[in-house]
């Protein structure tokens, strides 16, 4: 029961310090170049959009296979062998081929083994009893790809949405290939679904010049749409990838001096800029097409060799397309195609609803138990409430300090958590009503009660600990905050129940020596 003055001032200066982190929150910031954390209001109190996306996993297999036939074409080619009939397949993870001459299927499968694997045992190569030649790519390898893709469209998708301004967006993984994206304040998600539902994979592709293959293409020749019908037809675009989109530094949106309109300037790294300055210096003469998601958005004409590692793109883009395309360019192309599964609204009346019947819940709730203490505990019971206060100012100025988002759940955390605090100092008080029952003086009874009631209130608040961390582990979206608070609740119950109302009784104690205690 004995507090020093080192013991006496943490504990008042830890009340102070949560005062202190609490004013950001009622007040505007004096300081605009020093740090003013708050807590931010979630989607359901703020109101804003909530998307629900979903990664195109086969898109990303089907990738993948196209790639390793183009690589297969270039490998048997190099290696003076021929091949028939060559194919992808998603559903089954293959690429299968027919030899030129049966006797070469051997030398096929040992050039194609020597082939450069992105992961270990990405794909086996065999040669089937039909004569036929398979390349499979292996589930664990799909499933690690598939892994890395999810992982790297959250990363690109918030690099997004950052670039458009949105406050305190919330991008969480749900699933093994599903996205959550909730935007507070963004009552118009159309842009960001265009912005997001964007692949905005460029590429840079010679142009077949054969007109016979502008109807019917070989392999290894796609026909591809314009992306502004209004330029022509599809154009015979061949699949081998001169010059790949993820070699750009940076991209932004500018105005034409010459044609006066709006169109994006690029830059390319090193490797960007060799494989272009490669191409057109090899390619005078010919069309060269800026792909975007399979769509041409130009197929200009090679006039001079480029070396510099800069280029434009025109397309009759007015200010805000330029801009989103920039965007994306510098942002990055999704490894696969996204699909918003869910979406919802949620209006700033429905918001400020949400909060006012959440504070009055809380404050109906507060008031309730400072009554409930002060009538059944007298004056050891108004110690309890201004711990229980404490208690609340240290979850709000934590909160604020990690800057949190509060959402409904949140703040039902917060109202659990004052009662699980008045039940804390219920415990202490009984006890302390029972040793008094017993005869004992008044110190020895706060003693033996503060004892007693320690291990329960620790053990109580330990498996409600571990139960709520499962909860913020396993759990998603308002789970998790509703888990959070508690989790902080707990810590902070804890320091002003064992510490502060021990504190305050203490204090009164050694003030009046009382011959008797108000219990």
């Known amino acids: 029961m004995y507090y020093s003055r080192l013991k006496l001032a943490s504990v008042l ?3 102070l310090l949560g005062l202190l982190l609490c004013l950001p929150n009622g007040l505007r910031n004096p300081f605009p170049s020093m740090p003013w954390r708050q807590i931010h209001l979630g989607l359901d ?6 998307l629900l996306m979903q990664v195109d996993l086969k898109s990303l297999t089907h990738d993948r296979l196209q790639t390793l036939a183009d690589t297969t074409r270039e490998t048997l080619l190099k290696s003076q062998l021929g091949y028939r009939n060559i194919t992808t397949n998603a559903d089954a993870g293959i690429v299968s081929f027919n030899p030129r001459d049966p006797s070469e299927a051997d030398a096929d499968v040992t050039a194609l083994e020597k082939l450069p694997r992105v ?4 794909f086996t190569v065999k040669k089937r ?3 036929s030649i398979v390349l499979t790519l292996s589930q664990d390898a799909v499933k690690a790809r598939a892994r890395e893709a999810v992982t790297q469209s959250i990363e690109i998708v918030r690099r997004r949405i950052d670039a458009t301004g949105a406050v305190d967006p919330e991008i969480t993984r749900q699933g093994d290939d599903r996205i959550v994206v909730e935007l507070p304040g963004v009552s118009d998600p159309e842009r960001i679904k265009t912005l997001l539902g964007t692949t905005a994979k460029m590429t840079f592709r010679l142009v077949d010049s054969n007109p016979m293959h502008a109807t019917a293409p070989p392999p290894g020749v ?5 992306s502004n019908p209004a330029e022509g037809g599809p154009l015979p675009v061949y699949d081998h990838v001169d010059v790949d989109g993820t070699d750009l530094t940076n991209a932004g949106a500018a105005i034409d001096s010459q044609s006066g309109e709006w169109a994006v300037s690029f830059t390319f790294d090193s490797i960007g800029t060799h494989a272009f300055s490669t191409v057109t210096q090899a390619n005078v003469g010919k069309r060269f097409a800026i792909v975007l998601d399979n769509k041409v958005i130009e197929a200009p004409v090679i006039r001079s060799p480029i070396t510099g590692g800069n280029g434009q793109i025109t397309g009759g883009f007015d200010a805000q397309r330029a801009t989103d395309l920039a965007l994306m360019l510098r942002a990055g192309a999704l490894p696969a195609p996204l699909s918003v599964v869910e979406q919802r609204t949620i209006g700033p009346s429905l918001g400020a609803d949400s909060i006012r019947a959440g504070m009055l819940s809380l404050a ?7 009554l409930f203490m002060a009538l059944f505990y007298g004056r050891f019971g108004w110690y309890a409430n201004v711990a229980l206060l404490a208690n609340l100012v240290l979850m709000v100025a934590i909160l604020s300090l990690f800057e949190a988002t509060l959402t409904l759940p949140g703040m039902a955390g917060m109202l659990l958590t004052l009662g699980m605090a008045v039940d804390a100092n219920i415990l202490i008080n009984e006890r302390i009503r029972e040793e008094v029952a017993r005869g004992r003086t008044p110190l020895a ?3 033996a009660g503060f004892e007693r009631a320690t291990s329960t209130i620790v053990d109580s608040n330990a498996t409600a600990l571990l139960a709520h961390v499962m909860l913020f582990v396993f759990g998603t979206g308002p789970v998790r905050g509703f888990a ?11 320091f002003t129940t064992l510490l502060l109302s021990r504190l305050l009784m203490v204090r009164w104690y050694a003030l009046t020596r009382p011959t008797s205690l108000p219990v």
Do not use: H, K
Not at 45 to 50: A, D, E, P
Not at 364 to 370: K, L, Q, R, S, T
């Open 364 to 370: 109906a709730g507060f008031v309730m138990v400072i």
């Open 222 to 226: 796609s026909l591809l749409p314009m």
């Open 445 to 447: 009874a706060m003693q």
């Open 45 to 50: 109190l703020r109101g804003g959009s909530y």
């Open 13 to 15: 200066g830890v009340c």
């Open 484 to 494: 959070l608070t508690i989790t902080i609740g707990i810590a902070t119950t804890l």
């Open 119 to 122: 992961v270990p045992n990405e």
């Open 129 to 131: 009893d039909n004569g």
